[in-house]
């Protein structure tokens, strides 16, 4: 049986919406996430050291975020969304297996770093599969619904984290957040790619990276955005990791 050309455009969109859900929701679904706080809390860290941790992690995502689009422009896409989570699971397989500050600072680098390397990497390829499809105008809606799926993996990872917790203790929730991160970098390997690199003469990643930092020397718009949005971010995205501390200050069990 023959597909016609609008029946192709339609089962490529929808393997790729597919995969990029799964993807989506299982790069969320770790039972380590809502309670790594009482883990280095467990393990005799104080409040200025568990804080420091978290200042790391941010530091970290903030400068590889721009190195890292680079390196998707000169790069397998779908490479850097494989590796990422392989990455973040050896960093968890350090938070179980070797739980102390260093081991945890290094995991969070190896974190901060997966996640860099997947942020601008999944955008560009998304966007550049629908536009070769036809569908570039629903990427918004796409990615839109990726979100959704994203926090469907988080709320669920936070209401299995407790009883696993309660079954198996912080090393069932490593396996568990460990065995996520392998099935987030097998789904990432079913992403299609089929970019063409433009012939530019030896332009490399570093080429790459250079005119986007003469760009932000030369505009101070884009310069404010480059310092201002992440400090936010960071900031914003910090003051949830104390919630599990301040829980388990007034009596709640984990």
């Not at 299982?26 to 996430?33: E, H, P, S, T």
């Not at 494989?82 to 990455?87: D, F, K, T, V, Y």
């Not at 987030?184 to 490399?204: I, K, L, M, Q, Y």
Request: net charge neutral; charged share 15%; aromatic share 10%.
């Amino acid at each position: 049986m023959t597909l016609s050309p609008a029946r192709v455009p339609a089962t490529g969109v929808r393997r790729l919406t597919a995969t990029l859900y799964g993807y989506s929701f299982l790069d969320d679904f770790v039972l380590l996430y809502p309670v790594y706080a009482l883990l280095f809390a467990d393990t005799g860290l104080s409040l200025w050291q568990i804080s420091s941790l978290f200042a790391l992690w941010s530091t970290t995502g903030v400068l590889l975020e721009v190195p890292s689009g680079a390196w998707a422009d000169a790069v397998s896409r779908r490479l850097l969304l494989w590796l990422g989570p392989l990455l973040t699971a050896v960093g968890f397989g350090l938070w179980v297996l070797l739980p102390s500050y260093w081991a945890f600072a290094l995991g969070f680098v190896l974190w901060g770093a997966g996640g860099a390397l997947g942020s601008g990497a999944l955008e560009a390829l998304l966007y550049d599969e629908l536009d070769r499809l036809g569908a570039a105008d629903r990427y918004a809606r796409v990615m839109g619904r990726a979100r959704a799926a994203r926090l469907v993996g988080t709320m669920t990872s936070a209401g299995l984290a407790g009883p696993v917790l309660a079954l198996g203790g912080y090393p069932a929730l490593g396996a568990a957040s460990i065995l996520a991160c392998l099935l987030t970098a097998a789904t990432a390997s079913r992403f299609p790619e089929h970019r063409v690199r433009p012939e530019t003469g030896g332009d490399s990643w570093a080429t790459t990276l250079r005119t986007g930092l003469a760009e932000v020397r030369g505009d101070r718009s884009v310069r404010g955005a480059l310092l201002l949005i992440p400090a936010v971010a960071a900031v914003w995205g910090a003051l949830d990791e104390y919630t599990p501390l301040l829980v388990r200050d007034i009596g709640v069990a984990e």
